[in-house]
């Protein structure tokens, strides 16, 4: 079993910055890849930024492209999100999630299906205001 919890959302406005954390507990030692998505009301899960098990390999959907940064911390089993130039349309609720599968690097467009993903945190606030 493993346990996802996220933090540091909040309030903030347009062009501002926010950094997310995940921290993984339980046994983390199974987790895989990581990644973020986030939920708008009315809209379906979209798919934000993944990072491999080393950290060495990354990918970010092209609405963050050049403002968010994925990054790990794997000896302290945490992910983070760096979150610059905020806008609106970045308010949801952000979640974090990750893989528990290893022995393959897989292409960009399997860390962006949801479905490939074991494990899920409860989600974190962000809301961006105009």
């Known amino acids: 079993q493993v346990q996802l919890l996220e933090s540091g959302g909040g309030l903030v406005q347009a062009g501002g910055s926010l950094r997310l954390s995940c921290a993984a507990s339980?046994?983390?030692?199974?987790?895989?890849?990581m990644g973020w998505f986030r939920q708008a009301p009315g809209n379906e899960r979209e798919f934000v930024a993944s990072i491999s098990s080393s950290g060495f390999n990354k990918w970010h959907g092209d609405s963050v492209k050049g403002r968010f940064t994925i990054s790990r911390d794997v000896a302290d089993n945490t992910m983070y999100l760096q979150m610059n130039s905020l806008k609106p349309e970045d308010t949801a609720v952000y979640y974090c999630?990750?893989?528990?599968?290893?022995?393959?690097?897989?292409?960009?467009?399997?860390?962006?299906?949801?479905?490939?993903?074991?494990?899920w945190g409860q989600g974190t606030q962000v809301t961006v205001s105009s």
């Open positions: 999630a990750a893989t528990r599968s290893k022995g393959t690097l897989y292409s960009a467009s399997y860390y962006s299906d949801p479905y490939r993903y074991d494990y």
């Open positions: 339980g046994r983390p030692s199974t987790v895989n890849a």
